[in-house]
């Protein structure tokens, strides 16, 4: 039997501290079709943090000069500092083949699919706000003031779930990792995506 398959792009959002970034690490880990695509930022790097691998660290002009070019499959404002994810990095990878993660804000998220209907987008939720923020002071990265700030913007972030394909609870990170997975694992046998041919 001959397979075609067609790449296509995850989208995984979600509040602050919800857990969707050690999901999504996960995934990569466990499944070699998927592929991480690298967000471009005007925020400095943390301690541990390499410039093209967990972000493109770009100056504002740089930036910029990028959005004037629509660069841009999405980009945003969050916490104070710009995001963005560059068109030409997801389509370089989706014609290979890959299946393209995207782990970004409710906002970023919002306008791929607007751009991109076809995308498979995946909310991924505190069990309850209480637990959102012992997870956001336990994660120890930021401070009381930027949690309360975090907390508050979450709310709305909720209330935008009904825009999204599946909603998954990450209540126990097993569970919510083998349904992410699995919503995945679905998706990549789409007649959309993929081209088996019988001989």
């Known amino acids: 039997m001959k397979e075609d398959r ?12 919800t857990g969707k970034g050690t999901i999504c690490k996960k995934l990569l880990a466990e499944d070699p ?16 943090e390499i410039d093209g691998v967990h972000y493109f660290f770009l100056t504002e002009a740089q ?11 999405e980009h945003a404002t969050v916490h104070g500092h710009r995001y963005g994810t560059l068109k030409s990095q ?14 970004i ?22 069990p309850s706000y209480a637990e959102l923020r012992v997870r956001l002071h336990t994660r120890n990265t930021d401070d009381p003031q930027e949690i309360e700030r975090r907390l508050g913007n979450a709310k709305g972030e909720i209330d935008q779930m009904h825009l999204y ?18 919503i995945i694992a679905a998706e990549k046998q789409r007649t959309t995506r ?3 041919v019988v001989e």
Not at 63 to 73: G, I, N, T
Not at 90 to 103: F, H, P, R, S
């Open 165 to 182: 394909q599946y909603a998954v609870v990450n209540d126990d990170l097993e569970l919510a990792y083998s349904q992410v997975a699995s």
């Open 90 to 103: 997801v389509e370089e990878l989706m014609a290979k083949g890959l299946n393209v993660v995207l782990d």
């Open 6 to 17: 067609k790449g296509m792009l995850i989208v995984i959002s979600g509040p602050s501290g």
């Open 63 to 73: 930036y910029d000069d990028l959005l004037a070019q629509d660069a841009f499959l």
């Open 33 to 48: 079709s998927l592929t991480f695509s690298v967000s471009a930022t005007t925020r400095g790097p943390r301690y541990d």
């Open 105 to 126: 804000d409710p906002q970023g998220a919002r306008e791929v699919m607007r751009q991109k209907p076809d995308c498979v987008s995946i909310f991924i939720l505190p």
């Open 194 to 196: 993929y081209f088996p």
